[in-house]
């Protein structure tokens, strides 16, 4: 600290009070950054009919979808974080690289946005994703 012209301490303006970091904002990180990693199918379950309930539920009012969180859990803390994620792999991957390249690419993420230590990224490989499977569809609202 440095010393003011009317002796008390002065502060640095952005040492002044705290920043706190949601569950959901690094879920959205993790979320983003796991999808960029080639091999990786998709987040969340691999079934078809629950990612289709998971489509579903992830609806919120309006319309909006939270799919990019779906498949992930953080546990948020003042300076660490802890990530579970499941994914879908593409056939043929060799999953452990995938996995591997999906923690350092969360990491990075996670760490360069929020400056929060990554503690642990839990990866579980729900599904593999064969190339002759369709791809699943949105369903589209019932109501319009």
């Known amino acids: 600290m440095t010393e003011s012209a009317s002796g008390g301490a002065a502060r640095d303006p952005a040492d002044r009070g705290r920043t706190t970091i949601s569950d959901g904002v690094v879920e959205k990180i993790a979320g983003l950054a796991a999808r960029e990693v ?5 987040m969340g379950s691999g079934s078809g009919l629950s990612r289709t309930f998971g489509a579903v539920r992830d609806r919120v009012p309006g319309g909006a979808k939270t799919s990019v969180t779906r498949g992930v859990k953080a ?3 003042e300076v660490q ?6 994914i879908v792999v593409d056939y043929g991957v060799a999953i452990r690289d995938v996995a591997r390249a999906v ?11 929020t400056g ?3 503690v642990e990224v839990n990866i579980a490989v729900s599904d593999v994703k064969l190339p002759d499977e ?3 569809e949105q369903p589209e609202p019932r109501l319009q």
């Open 38 to 42: 080639e091999g990786v199918h998709a």
């Open 75 to 77: 546990e948020v803390g």
């Open 134 to 136: 369709p791809d699943e």
């Open 116 to 118: 929060l230590e990554v």
């Open 103 to 113: 923690r350092l690419n969360v990491v990075s993420a996670v760490e360069r946005m």
């Open 81 to 86: 974080t802890a990530l579970d994620l499941e």
